[in-house]
């Protein structure tokens, strides 16, 4: 970019060959012409040259077809040609300089050339007094493979300011850029944007509507309604920062970064982003969403980590603290998880909840499988624990040292229980309850079916109670363990942000 904005500075040097103007009161000479004249038709004080005009003040020289001169200004008309060193090549249709109001008007056809530099404009004015120029109603530069174009252009090189205002477009090889301001200040060699901008290239598209560009130290920050796209992602946010040497980013207020490939959007209101190795940190109302054709996944937590595998392959997401997840088939909680895009596992732990249909899972840690954007099946390591309700007072429960469930039709089709199994669950018939059926095992397996119990298969000689109905106090048809965590259950996606404190263990 350094490169691409070299010609606006070319440009503003090439203008200040007229800075001997203001310097000091050069005389002007007439160095040639083909006739010369003075008469009171053509007014007092005042010389017509005609044919071959050449005039000259300091190292400037002009060529016209005629001039009218009078004290220390003149008019040149028609093929006039302003020149200035071996590169310094200026012409135009009219010149009006006038020395004592200290302004040079090109007028008609005006082109500029200096080197592989090109300014074409109908108008270009230079003020003497306060050492500025002004180009005005429609301007084009072109430098090499550059092209800018605007309405308007102004330049203060005593303060090493430039401004292009209004329609600005800058066609480079690379990108066009479109802006209706661009602010150049050349001392910090920085490029500043004003309304609403786009910087579009092949692969990328940049929108913003106020932002800067320190060409020297390549970073970048982009503000008000910042939107970022590239062929698979699109980053947008109040403010975008972007330091191109580091290969950092960052996002404040608002931020949303979405992967159309992996259908995946981040968002916070603080984003800190990594190329190489590629992570990403969200804080701040931090959110994941995992979009999906049969639902979406919500996930918020305090702190998300997006990074990639040692082989750069898959995406993994860490969530800490206060991580809740929504999904219309099933919602979770707990302090903290890691989300595996390469085997789609969830694995949470420190308190976590699972909820799935009328089912309330826990243990000291869970990994949910997801295959074909739905829930496959779990496993619970340590402390646990599957209940659901059968009415106001009696839950189903199965207990054990770890177990695994398999899900079927979006329903718990078979739970396997290993090591300390411990079952409670109550039968019916036709008439209702039977009674609360106590079992325990050390492996087992249970068969269901409409969220019933069929069967059970042990595999090593249980120990069963079938009380009646009844018969056992309440507290007896209560697990050691059991809690009842319905109120926790988020409801709509809009509740991960409802975190509740709650300790299992």
Wanted: one cysteine or more; proline letters at 2%.
């Amino acid at each position: 970019m350094n490169r691409n904005f070299s010609f606006i500075i070319t440009f503003i040097l090439i203008l200040l060959t007229f800075n001997s103007f203001s310097q000091k009161r050069s005389k002007i000479e007439v160095r040639g012409a083909n006739s010369m004249e003075s008469n009171r038709k053509i007014g007092g004080g005042v010389t017509r040259l005609i044919g071959n005009v050449i005039l000259k003040q300091d190292d400037v020289w002009i060529y016209c077809d005629s001039a009218y001169r009078k004290k220390n200004s003149f008019q040149a008309f028609s093929n006039v040609h302003v020149k200035r060193g071996k590169t310094l090549n200026i012409y135009s249709d009219f010149l009006d300089h006038n020395g004592n109001k200290k302004l040079a008007k090109f007028r008609e056809n005006v082109k500029m050339i200096d080197g592989d530099m090109i300014l074409n404009t109908q108008f270009l004015d230079y003020y003497l007094d306060d050492n500025s120029g002004h180009f005005f109603n429609g301007g084009k530069i072109v430098d090499s493979a550059t092209v800018l174009t605007s309405k308007s252009g102004r330049y203060f090189p005593d303060k090493d300011l430039f401004f292009f205002k209004d329609s600005v477009v800058v066609i480079d090889p690379d990108y066009t850029i479109y802006t209706d301001t661009l602010k150049y200040d050349k001392l910090n060699d920085i490029s500043y944007f004003f309304g609403p901008t786009e910087i579009i290239s092949d692969s990328n598209y940049l929108y913003c509507e106020n932002g800067w560009y320190n060409m020297q130290s390549d970073i970048a920050q982009f503000n008000k309604n910042a939107y970022y796209q590239n062929d698979k992602q699109t980053l947008k946010g109040d403010s975008l920062y972007y330091d191109r040497t580091l290969g950092i980013g960052k996002g404040f207020i608002n931020v949303e970064l979405k992967d159309t490939v992996e259908n995946i959007i981040l968002q916070g209101d603080k984003v800190f982003y990594q190329e190489e190795p590629e992570y990403a940190i969200v804080t701040e109302k931090a959110l994941f969403i995992h979009i999906a054709d049969n639902d979406s996944l919500f996930l918020h937590a305090d702190t998300l980590n997006s990074i990639y595998d040692s082989t750069g392959t898959f995406r993994i997401l860490k969530a800490y603290h206060k991580s809740t997840i929504y999904r219309s088939d099933f919602q979770g909680m707990c302090d903290s998880l890691v989300y595996s895009f390469q085997d789609s596992i969830i694995r949470m732990f420190d308190n976590p909840i699972l909820w799935f249909g009328v089912n309330q899972i826990t243990a000291q840690q869970i990994n949910a499988f997801v295959i074909d954007d739905n829930l496959d099946h779990f496993e619970l390591n340590k402390s646990s624990l599957i209940i659901s309700p059968k009415d106001s007072i009696r839950y189903d429960q199965v207990k054990g040292q770890d177990m695994k469930g398999y899900i079927k039709n979006d329903e718990l089709a078979r739970i396997d229980i290993f090591k300390k199994g411990e079952t409670m669950y109550f039968p019916i018939d036709q008439d209702g309850f039977i009674g609360s059926n106590h079992v325990t095992s050390n492996n087992y397996v249970i068969h269901l079916k409409n969220n019933e119990v069929q069967n059970i298969v042990f595999k090593e000689t249980p120990k069963a109670v079938l009380s009646p109905f009844g018969f056992l106090p309440l507290k007896e048809l209560y697990l050691r363990g059991f809690i009842w965590l319905d109120d926790y259950r988020p409801q709509k996606k809009q509740d991960v942000f409802k975190w509740k404190e709650i300790n299992l263990y």
